[in-house]
């Protein structure tokens, strides 16, 4: 099992909800990631857990809330979001260092987010 | 701070060679990737390079690196309509941890004519 599963695919929202994206992956990977992506842009770092432990918040706002139950699971809360929070939201994983670690991040497909 | 640049728009016809660009700036960088993203998808991880070595080919890939220039160039031969993409290079450093840190540059959005 070599993949990166986000759910929803799709989601929309309204400015007053709350909600929740998951992610998951089952290859063993000690580091999860999100990242947040608009059209035609690289995507920008949100957050980084090592070992189930928050290591970077690179300054998001506290609407954006991450979680990682477990070292398989990354949940990304979402509350009183703004319209110009749509966009594509990334999982990553990697794995351990190591010899032969090629620090490659595994990425998911991504959950879109639009924010009416 | 760290800032890769690459062009914004690639052009080919199908069967010719594409060679996107791109620079980076932290010297400190270990590991260089390309990434490819087709529309409504997430990032596909082509080839990485370590920063020890000056090229690496993988079948229609080819990554040079330039490390005294701080260049990194992906040569895709025999370019088909699949290609069309956005390619991204990105640098990485060590973060904490297990956790690396990458940086991406702009992308470049390839597009391959029949």
């Known amino acids: 099992d070599t993949e990166v599963t986000q759910t929803p695919k799709h989601l929309v929202m309204g400015m007053t909800n709350k909600k929740s994206l998951k992610c998951e992956q089952h290859?063993?990977?000690?580091?999860m990631y999100w990242y947040k992506q608009k059209a035609k842009k690289p995507p920008e770092l949100m957050f980084v857990?090592?070992?189930?432990?928050?290591?970077i918040n690179e300054s998001v706002p506290s609407r954006f809330s991450p979680e990682c139950p477990n070292s398989s699971l990354l949940n990304l809360h979402l509350h009183a979001l703004q319209p110009e929070d749509s966009a594509l939201y990334l999982c990553a994983s990697s794995q351990e260092e190591g010899y032969r670690n090629t620090g490659e991040l595994f990425f998911g497909e991504g959950s879109r987010l639009t924010v009416l | 701070g760290e800032d890769v640049e690459q062009s914004l728009f690639l052009s080919v016809r199908e069967g010719d060679s594409s060679v996107i660009n791109c620079t980076y700036t932290d010297s400190s960088s270990t590991y260089l990737y390309w990434y490819k993203q087709e529309p409504g998808a997430g990032l596909q991880l082509l080839t990485y390079?370590?920063?020890?070595?000056d090229m690496k080919q993988d079948q229609r890939l080819t990554v040079l690196l330039n490390k005294k220039d701080k260049h990194l160039s992906l040569r895709i031969a025999d370019t088909q309509t699949g290609d069309s993409a956005i390619y991204f290079c990105a640098e990485s450093i060590r973060s904490s941890g297990s956790a690396r840190q990458l940086t991406f540059g702009s992308g470049t959005q390839l597009t391959v004519l029949p």
């Open positions: 857990y090592s070992y189930e432990k928050l290591s």
């Open positions: 290859m063993g990977h000690r580091a």
């Open positions: 390079i370590f920063s020890n070595m």
